[in-house]
């Protein structure tokens, strides 16, 4: 980094990009940018990357991205086995003599095998991936460091942020010799988490609000397994007791490291619980504590849920965008919370990249926000319904818990119940329209032609394969066994499928981006009636994130082509088509009853010791 011979104001070269905060998102964009060659600053406040478990699920959208950018194979190895199948238990305790419903899902292996055989378009390339928060982010973390275009700072603290026209001041502590030092950059991405100190810097409301209750998690190490799978080796298990839901626990390593969530009232203290008792109560649910050997407690702490969204994702210069927990905030149920951060550390990268490139117009860096806010509306409400599926127990456990173990008829017919809920209500790990139809309307998409028709309608429970303008084109095996994504260039891509009457036409499309210096990697597939016949089009433009950004039946005029470039490169705007209805507004998120409140996490338990270092 160019130093301008003043010690305390550092300036970064125009074309580099400083991330404040060094948690998975802030890694990872870091990792992506530099993918597409641009340099960054990462500055951390903490010493070292978490300890806490949070998240466990890498879901399968964030694992094609992952493959982008060459991690996956590194996730997996750290991961749960791929041998090993992801069950939820349903009890009212582990003295349950079974489980009264179960979701049972394949192990990855076997997902890569079923997804091969569908070959259908419904399948994502890469299947989901467990593996804990604290493993993920220490890998990430190693590989920021090796890379020469990463410069990570850990154990420097931002404390002011502040927008001029022509940048962004920062002013940071190096908090090993309390050196104050102020970063000038172009570019700032604030993924410093929930309390974002820049989104308050720079006065971003975060609307929505905490939903009742509290949980202390106690996350512990324990070989008891004979004991802790009584009942079979679990991802989840979901824990009831007569009001309603009691607990929840994580396996995080499918070995010997376990998360329990004790759910409390809001104004119970839980600084009065001892750790082992936590567990013990959790594992117990409606019954007697549990116990089991604990060989370790590993960390402790209180922890509040909210729902909420930033009201914008960018400050009013244009310069500063929030991405992860910075920008929303969900229930974990369902897992989104960690892997839209991914979506939005992939989105402002590919575009950041082109803009300090100069292969893209700023137009780019405000489809941020356009794309990406709607995906988190729509994830931050559906973490919501997930998680009223399991409030939703106390109607069934009212007359008290122990009647779902009776062997009477009163008992069975309440368990057949239960599972019937179960099975109704399986979306917190099923729901793929969530997780992988990402619907993008933005400035930067041409409007579809009108012999595009109508996009299919979105599900979020169902991924509907498609490669109308803005969606995430299909993934397809070729005839050769090759993924179609892995034809996809670094940069742009367009992909041809080939019959006669395409390859006699002038690929315009090519000598516009060539004209324009948009780098486009030229696809061209022979008979794959297959995969043609998912894509349902000759002619696709692929973006760097995998979304369709036009499409056609053949090639257009130079003129058009032209057009179309100048469009998806942010260099000439189209006219913005309206957001989905499927969008929910910020009030849908909470549910009735609820107040939407401003800076939500300045309500969020700071008092109770929200997972801080
Ligand atoms: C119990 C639980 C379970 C979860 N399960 C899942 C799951 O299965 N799947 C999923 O996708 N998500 C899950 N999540 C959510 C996931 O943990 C978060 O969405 C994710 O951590 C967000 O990443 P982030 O990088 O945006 O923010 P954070 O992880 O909060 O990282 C922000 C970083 O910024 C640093 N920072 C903050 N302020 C400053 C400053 N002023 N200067 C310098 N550095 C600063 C912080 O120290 C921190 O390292 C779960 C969360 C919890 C609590
Ligand atoms: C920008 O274009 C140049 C020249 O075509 C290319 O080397 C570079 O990788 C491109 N970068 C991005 C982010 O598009």
Not at 211 to 236: E, M, N, Q, T
Request: hydrophobic letters at 35%; one cysteine or more.
């Amino acid at each position: 980094m160019q130093d301008m011979g003043n010690d305390s104001i550092q300036h970064l070269e125009n074309n580099a990009v400083l991330i404040l905060g060094g948690g998975p998102v802030g890694l990872l964009l870091a990792v992506a940018l530099a993918r597409y060659g641009v340099r960054s600053i990462i500055l951390e406040r903490n010493l070292s990357t978490t300890k806490w478990p949070k998240m466990d699920l890498t879901n399968s959208r964030s694992m094609e991205l992952l493959r982008r950018l060459g991690l996956t194979e590194g996730i997996r190895n750290l991961g749960v086995p791929a041998t090993t199948p992801y069950h939820v238990y349903m009890i009212t305790g582990l003295h349950n003599k079974a489980p009264i419903a179960s979701w049972e899902f394949p192990c990855v292996e076997d997902l890569r095998d079923q997804y091969r055989e569908e070959n259908d378009g419904t399948s994502p390339q890469e299947p989901w991936q467990r593996i804990s928060q604290a493993v993920f982010e220490s890998y990430l973390k190693k590989h920021c460091e090796q890379n020469p275009l990463i410069d990570c700072r850990f154990g420097w603290k931002a404390e002011k942020i502040t927008e001029a026209a022509d940048g962004v001041s920062v002013m940071a502590t190096d908090l090993s010799s309390q050196t104050p030092v102020t970063f000038f950059a172009k570019y700032v991405v604030a993924c410093d988490g929930a309390s974002s100190r820049t989104r308050r810097d720079l006065q971003i409301p975060l609307e929505g609000g905490p939903i009742p209750g509290y949980a202390l998690l106690v996350h512990f190490k324990s070989r008891d397994l004979s004991k802790l799978f009584k009942l079979g080796r679990f991802w989840h298990l979901f824990i009831f007791g007569k009001s309603g839901l009691h607990g929840a626990v994580i396996c995080q390593d499918d070995k010997e490291i376990f998360t329990t969530h004790l759910l409390l009232p809001l104004d119970a203290d839980h600084e009065s619980i001892d750790s082992y008792d936590a567990v013990y109560r959790t594992l117990g649910g409606s019954g007697e504590p549990f116990k089991v050997a604990i060989d370790e407690i590993i960390v402790r702490s209180a922890y509040r849920h909210s729902v909420a969204v930033a009201r914008s994702y960018r400050s009013s210069g244009g310069r500063v965008f929030l991405a992860g927990d910075s920008a929303h905030q969900n229930i974990p149920t369902g897992g989104y919370g960690m892997n839209m951060g991914i979506g939005d550390a992939y989105d402002i990268a590919w575009k950041l990249a082109a803009v300090v490139q100069h292969n893209g117009s700023h137009v780019l860096l405000e489809s941020y926000e356009q794309e990406r806010r709607p995906v988190a509306l729509q994830a931050v409400q559906r973490s919501r319904v997930h998680h009223d599926v399991h409030t939703g127990m106390v109607e069934f456990l009212a007359a008290g818990a122990h009647l779902v173990e009776e062997d009477s008829d009163a008992g069975k017919s309440l368990r057949e119940k239960i599972q019937q809920h179960y099975t109704i209500h399986n979306g917190e790990n099923t729901d793929t329209g969530v997780e992988m139809d990402h619907r993008h309307v933005s400035s930067i998409y041409p409007p579809p032609s009108p012999e595009d028709g109508q996009p299919p309608s979105w599900d979020p429970s169902r991924y509907a394969p498609s490669t109308f303008i803005g969606c995430r084109a299909p993934h397809v095996y070729l005839k050769n066994g090759d993924s179609i994504f892995d034809y996809y260039g670094p940069h742009w891509t367009l992909i041809q499928f080939e019959d006669e009457t395409h390859s006699q036409a002038s690929n315009t499309l090519l000598q516009a981006a060539q004209q324009l210096d948009l780098p486009l990697k030229h696809v061209i597939l022979k008979e794959e009636q297959h995969a043609q016949q998912i894509w349902k089009v000759p002619l696709v433009l692929v973006r760097p994130d995998g979304h369709v950004a036009w499409r056609g039946h053949e090639f257009p005029t130079f003129e058009s082509a032209l057009a179309v470039i100048n469009i998806v490169g942010g260099w000439k705007n189209a006219p913005l088509q309206e957001t989905a209805d499927t969008v929910p507004q910020v009030a849908a998120l909470l549910g009735a009853g609820s107040q939407v409140v401003d800076q939500v996490a300045d309500y969020k338990l700071d008092k109770m010791g929200v997972m801080q270092q």
